[in-house]
């Protein structure tokens, strides 16, 4: 029987075949070039993991670099900001990072030799009217008056471009390709504009910036890069991706771009302009928020790095767009959290319940396993008293017949403790439960019965002289939608204004002991993890309810 062999997805498959061939002397190295123009959500990620996988994968390099060509927009808060969330995702660049702007030089003079080549010339026009004239699909271009320029006057006039004689928008340069071309992108695409800007690293010493589009190939050059991977959307760029390097002088091996499938996430927004209004309107309490897809939104969730991972190398790459459930990336969530995470017992909507024959002031420590998933987790001791927090919801005065949890007359188990019957309901002058009163079974100590009597209920409680107070925070969707902003609406149509809503809860006392970002499971609610900058703030992970598998089994029956 033949070796069975991994599959492997097609970008990694292209890859070992150049690899095996010696295309370029075997070596494989990749980069990742986000702009410092804002925070790293989930779809970068996948662009990270697929990157810096690769290059593990195949004994390659990958480095960090900064795509910073828009001084309008960047800065070197968010530089740190993308370092930080590359550390917590787990990889770790093949050395510093490294810059677009490091190669301004080189990119300018490589500008000069197109215009010397007749192959860029310098438009007077603004951009609306150059956007006008490059037409559209099926209609023709129309080349600008200025298309025709000599060489010498070309020259001069980039050159005052670059000395600062003319004003932001007055001009651009433009590579002379054609004007008739079926891809839009060669239509004379614009190669350097001015900004005046100070930049977060050259400072004021340029007034010119490249675009991405004359940038991304020829540093990839110049770094040595020789997989040059991006998301779909740049396939339309490559033709202008290879006639850039083909009228360049490389310094070294000539990469290669490819393109796979960005992240597409049901009930969640990946454009950063969206994500930028949700922060600047206060939509969101920040980058950082939660309930948003950056990076640093889902740490502080409680998304473990473990588990984008392992969710990003499941979805595999593809070449063509789609759309993947959230429930599929909270399974993977959920899977790790069950392995790893310590379980303790809060109360979110306290309501008091008093055992009446409990002895006064007497507590008992009860043991309880840390992890049943782990069990060199141990164990740990718990305070049950006579005094205790239940949910409020696991009493009803009148309850309905399939109702098995706490109500006059009805006998339930607390959680590693003793069974108790509820005698009674104390209301307050509205007619509300404030407190409810029941009788507990010495004899059924650690939760069982010594006669084999069964319950229907089990409920987590907390002693009341004994709880923490912590403030909880429940989720929902951001966006109501699964696909919000479909048929070119706006997605913000779509926001919950009311996804959040926070619970003073009542939690056992070794929730003290949990440490900024640690997650665990409240018994019977969910996961939870520890704000990182106050860890008395819990933020509900995911549920324990797995929707991803009740998805499997609707679309199977």
């Not at 050259?202 to 010119?208: A, F, K, S």
């Not at 490559?238 to 310094?251: F, G, K, Q």
């Not at 206060?282 to 998304?303: E, K």
């Amino acid at each position: 029987m033949s070796e069975q062999v991994e599959p492997v997805d097609f970008v990694r498959e292209k890859v070992r075949d150049d690899q095996a061939a010696g295309r370029f002397g075997g070596r494989v190295q990749t980069r990742f070039p986000p702009e410092p123009n804002g925070f790293l959500h989930v779809g970068h990620a996948k662009s990270v993991y697929l990157n810096f996988g690769i290059a593990e994968e195949f004994e390659g390099t990958c480095h960090l670099r900064f795509d910073d060509t828009n001084p309008l927009a960047e800065d070197t808060s968010y530089v740190q900001a993308i370092v930080e969330d590359l550390t917590w995702l787990g990889v770790v660049p093949s050395g510093p990072p490294r810059f677009t702007s490091d190669s301004f030089d080189q990119l300018y003079e490589w500008a000069e030799d197109l215009v010397r080549a007749g192959l860029a010339y310098v438009d007077d026009q603004d951009q609306a009217t150059i956007s006008a004239q490059r037409g559209g699909f099926g209609q023709p271009g129309v080349e600008s008056p200025h298309r025709d320029r000599s060489v010498e006057d070309n020259l001069e006039r980039f050159r005052a471009m670059r000395d600062g004689r003319y004003a932001d928008g007055e001009c651009v340069l433009r590579a002379k390709i054609d004007m008739q071309a079926d891809n839009m992108w060669l239509r004379d695409p614009v190669l350097y504009r001015i900004r005046r800007a100070r930049h977060h690293r050259t400072g004021d010493r340029w007034v010119i910036y490249p675009t991405y589009d004359w940038a991304h190939g020829q540093v990839d050059a110049i770094e040595g890069t020789t997989h040059s991977i991006c998301t779909l959307e740049f396939a339309e760029h490559r033709p202008l991706y290879d006639w850039c390097l083909d009228h360049v002088e490389l310094p070294s091996d000539r990469p290669e771009q490819t393109e796979f499938a960005r992240l597409n996430l049901t009930h969640t927004v990946l454009s950063k302009r969206v994500l930028r209004t949700l922060v600047e309107d206060g939509l969101v309490d920040g980058w950082d928020d939660a309930r948003m897809p950056t990076v640093r939104g889902l740490r502080r969730r409680g998304y473990p790095a473990q588990a984008l991972r392992a969710f990003c190398e499941h979805i595999s790459v593809a070449r063509t767009n789609s759309t993947v459930e959230i429930e599929l990336l909270e399974s993977f969530v959920r899977t790790h959290h069950n392995r790893h995470a310590l379980r303790r017992m809060a109360v979110l909507d306290p309501l008091k319940l008093t055992i009446a024959n409990w002895p006064d002031g007497h507590v008992e420590w009860v043991d309880v396993v840390n992890n049943p998933e782990d069990p060199a987790d141990g164990t740990r001791a718990v305070p049950f008293t006579g005094e205790l927090w239940i949910e409020r919801e696991d009493f009803m005065l009148d309850a309905p017949p399939k109702y098995f949890r706490l109500t006059p007359g009805r006998e339930v188990r607390l959680r590693n403790a003793f069974f108790v019957t509820a005698t009674d309901g104390v209301l307050d002058g509205d007619g509300n439960v404030v407190e409810v009163v029941a009788t507990y079974d010495p004899a059924t100590r650690g939760g069982a019965a010594p006669d084999g009597r069964k319950v229907k209920s089990t409920l987590h409680w907390v002693s009341r002289p004994h709880a923490a107070d912590a403030t909880v925070h429940l989720y929902e969707r951001l966006f109501r939608s699964p696909h919000p902003g479909a048929d070119g609406a706006d997605p913000l149509d779509d926001l919950d204004a009311g996804s959040r809503s926070s619970r003073a809860a009542k939690v056992e006392p070794a929730l003290g002991e949990v440490g900024p970002g640690e997650v665990v499971q409240f018994e019977r609610l969910g996961y939870f993890a520890a704000d990182l900058d106050d860890p008395t703030v819990f933020h509900r992970t995911v549920g324990l309810r797995d929707e991803w598998a009740n998805i499997q089994k609707q679309r199977s029956g």
